[in-house]
């Protein structure tokens, strides 16, 4: 299937390991230009090797961390920088945010921030121009979590306004030719990831976990997340507005 990826102009936030680097690579190997943003520039360097491997083309990246810089200013400067996005994809967020439920307002606020906050900011300059032209994808990186609601309240909450906002917002911009949408990802394992830590130090907590609430019985991995990522971007998904994809191995 050719995806018609081939040449897009493509920003990747959150980039430099796990699903975030999957999908920048998935996205190199499909032939396009590919900026990449994360915090660790020496990961970022090692994540553009691999690209120009696959794609030796104009990728480029950006050392930020998004929650403490402007994120809006920096899309203004990726804009002037690298042009006008084809597709951009929000790999931002996380769990490992305040737990407590009955936590101040403050906390709430910096889970929301971190896993849609910073997104919408960059989105209130990156879409103007997809519409312009008539083309876009965006992709959001929420959670399986945002629907079952178990787990860290306060990132579960923030998953679920993340969906809310890519349902509506997604709606109101159907027409333009622009189509956001969101991927919910289950339990993923990948190097130094939450569960890959689990799978040596207490293994017996990975098969409770697996056999209760993964009926695929196993972890994701970050290329099946990138794949359908992928899909989302490519002119198959012309029809996919507003769409919240689950790939979480019968998350239960």
Not at 50 to 75: C, G, P, R, T
Not at 79 to 85: A, M, S, V, Y
Not at 98 to 113: M, P, V, Y
Not at 126 to 137: A, D
Request: a negative charge.
């Amino acid at each position: 299937m050719n995806l018609g990826i081939s040449g897009k102009n493509v920003l990747v936030v959150g980039a430099s390991k796990g699903i975030g680097k999957s999908i920048a690579i998935g996205f190199a190997e499909e032939g396009a230009r590919v900026t990449t943003i994360a915090r660790s520039e020496e990961l970022l360097i090692e994540l553009e090797a691999e690209m120009k491997q696959a794609v030796d083309i104009d990728h480029a990246y950006y050392v930020s961390d998004i929650m403490e810089s402007d994120a809006n200013q920096l899309a203004r400067r990726l804009i002037e920088d690298r042009g006008i996005f084809d597709i951009v994809v929000h790999n931002v967020g996380g769990s490992l945010v305040s737990r407590n439920a009955l936590g101040t307002l403050d906390e709430w606020k910096h889970a929301w921030k971190f896993n849609a906050g910073v997104a919408i900011d960059m989105n209130n300059v990156l879409i103007q121009p997809m519409i312009n032209k008539g083309w876009g994808r965006v992709i959001h990186i929420s959670s399986i979590s945002a629907e079952m609601l178990r787990g860290n309240p306060l990132y579960a909450s923030a998953k679920a306004f993340l969906n809310a906002y890519v349902t509506t917002v997604g709606r109101t911009i159907a027409p333009t030719g622009v189509v956001m949408s969101a991927v919910m990802p289950g339990a993923v394992a990948f190097p130094g990831s939450y569960w890959d830590k689990f799978t040596v130090e207490d293994p017996a907590r990975c098969e409770d976990f697996l056999s209760h609430h993964q009926a695929a019985n196993r972890f994701g991995t970050t290329k099946e997340i990138a794949d359908v990522v992928l899909f989302m971007a490519s002119e198959q998904a012309s029809f996919m507005q507003a769409a919240l994809v689950p790939v979480d191995g019968a998350n239960m």
